[in-house]
């Protein structure tokens, strides 16, 4: 009798644990689910300092040069810049743009890609949309939240053979990341940018075509990409 009532008492612990930690995972699932494609279309762009929410005009008088459609291109600009690295197997050059948190794996996926001879071709990026989803300020450095939208090739192939492993060569593909970026504060002064295309030196902020020859400008970049995660992705044309 007393062995029959430790046994059930044993099974209902086992009963309440294992109902549990069932109940615990599919909230995580559930939290997860939240945040797909559609949620971080529609949310507003939350702005903080020191983790209090703010205006945009707070975060501008903390940092007169932030300016939301010249920082999503010069966003832009860090990654394209990123993914070509990455698609020259330059993993020395990508070093210098990542965060501390992908310096193993970006420099793990090359080296094998090295090693069997492949590479991921990824070109012709072009923007389609970019979305501010968050950023924030505090003493030592600032940080956002960028849903981007590209269109690119984006392949893997053996670079001896040319054969194409995964991918197509035909079709480009449209994905949209979320990427984590953030910076070192103070921020430099910036000095103007010189136009590479007709040599003149462009001093009025937030320029994205050269105004002497219509040249798109090679932004100053002082962001690094801390995470990047791919939320959709479909071929096109
Ligand atoms: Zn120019």
Redesign the pocket.
């Known amino acids: 009798m007393k062995l029959v009532m430790i046994l059930i008492l044993i099974l209902s612990v086992l009963g309440f644990f294992g109902w549990f930690f069932c109940y615990q995972k599919s909230l995580t699932k559930q939290g997860q689910r939240k945040k797909d494609l559609r949620y971080y279309e529609s949310v507003p762009t939350r702005y903080m300092i020191d983790m209090n929410p703010v205006s945009l005009e707070e975060i501008q008088k903390k940092d007169p040069s932030f300016e939301v459609s010249y920082f999503l291109f010069v966003i832009f600009c860090m990654f394209r810049h990123i993914q070509q690295a990455w698609s020259n197997n330059q993993s020395e050059l990508i070093q210098h743009m990542i965060g501390d948190s992908l310096k193993e794996p970006y420099q793990k996926a090359l080296k094998s890609f090295i090693a069997q001879g492949q590479r991921n071709m990824i070109y012709d990026i072009t923007p389609v949309e970019s979305r501010l989803i968050s950023f924030s300020y505090d003493a030592t450095r600032e940080e956002a939240v960028v849903l981007l939208t590209v269109i690119c090739y984006d392949y893997l192939v053996a670079v001896s053979s040319q054969r194409v492993i995964a991918g197509s060569t035909e079709h480009k593909m449209m994905i949209t990341y979320l990427l984590t970026v953030e910076r070192k504060l103070p921020i430099k002064k910036e000095e103007g940018i010189l136009?590479d295309?007709?040599g003149?030196m462009i001093l009025t902020p937030h320029t994205i075509r050269?105004p002497?020859?219509n040249?798109e400008l090679v932004p100053n970049i002082d962001w690094i990409l801390t995470g990047k995660e791919i939320l959709a992705s479909r071929e096109v044309e």
């Open positions: 136009c295309h007709c003149q050269c002497y020859c040249n």
